[in-house]
């Protein structure tokens, strides 16, 4: 949104009266405020659809928006307990820290976990385009399918709020699924932090 000057001028009143209307316009809802960013024009939540083929740029593209993704961090690095028992023991992992946008805003943020003892050269796959699926595509899996699904709410810490542009506290979505190949091996845990406000998760019938 404009300044509070910016507006006052525009519609020749003074800025109480516009600090009135936005304080009115932010309780209901339609804006929202960010200290030492601005108001934004409150966006209607994306529908996100969980099931067994989860595809962002898909889910995006069907539902009429933009979809986008910006990578964090790209690393290799030893699994964590649970990463390991996941992904079959895997005693390697690429894990890919990222950000995903629905017509430019911040909706989720991820981190989804590989297993390099088959998936050789992922990492610099990832490098390349960005895209899991693709990714995946270039070191021989052509397909993967959701196998289970994680739901729960939880609290952004100050790392997420910043990326999502959210205060710290404020309610995420947190996703955590594991996906396998045609023959039931496990090929990427995933876990994805949504904006509370910004994503409807939708489930098949």
């Keep these: 949104m404009p300044t509070e000057a910016q507006l006052a001028d525009r519609f020749g009143v003074n800025r109480h009266t516009v600090r009135h209307a936005l304080s009115h316009l932010i309780k209901e809802g339609l804006l929202r405020s960010r200290r030492g960013a601005g108001v934004f024009v409150t ?15 898909e889910n995006l593209l069907a539902a009429g928006h933009t979809p986008e993704k910006r990578a964090l961090s790209i690393e290799v690095r030893a699994p964590s307990e649970g990463e390991a028992s996941a992904l079959r023991g895997a005693t390697s992992v690429c894990a890919y820290h990222g950000l995903s946008l629905s017509d430019g805003q911040p909706i989720a943020v991820f981190e989804s976990v590989f297993p390099l003892d088959r998936l ?5 796959a990832l490098r390349d ?14 397909d993967y399918t959701r196998a289970s699904t994680r739901l729960t709410a939880v609290a952004a810490n100050a790392t997420q709020a910043l990326h999502l542009q959210l205060p710290e506290g404020a309610p995420l979505l947190r996703s955590t699924g594991l996906n396998v190949d045609p023959n039931g091996y496990p090929i990427e845990y995933g ?4 904006a509370g406000d910004r994503v409807t998760l939708t489930l098949p019938n």
């Excluded at 966006?43 to 740029?57: E, S």
């Excluded at 385009?129 to 052509?142: F, I, R």
């Excluded at 876990?191 to 949504?194: E, G, K, M, Q, V």
Aim: hydrophobic share 40%; net charge positive.
């Design 43 to 57: 966006a209607r939540p994306t529908d996100y659809p969980i099931g067994k083929r989860v595809r962002f740029h």
């Design 191 to 194: 876990r994805t932090w949504f």
């Design 120 to 124: 050789a050269g992922l990492e610099l």
């Design 129 to 142: 385009h960005l895209s899991v699926t693709k990714a995946l595509k270039e070191v021989g899996v052509e």
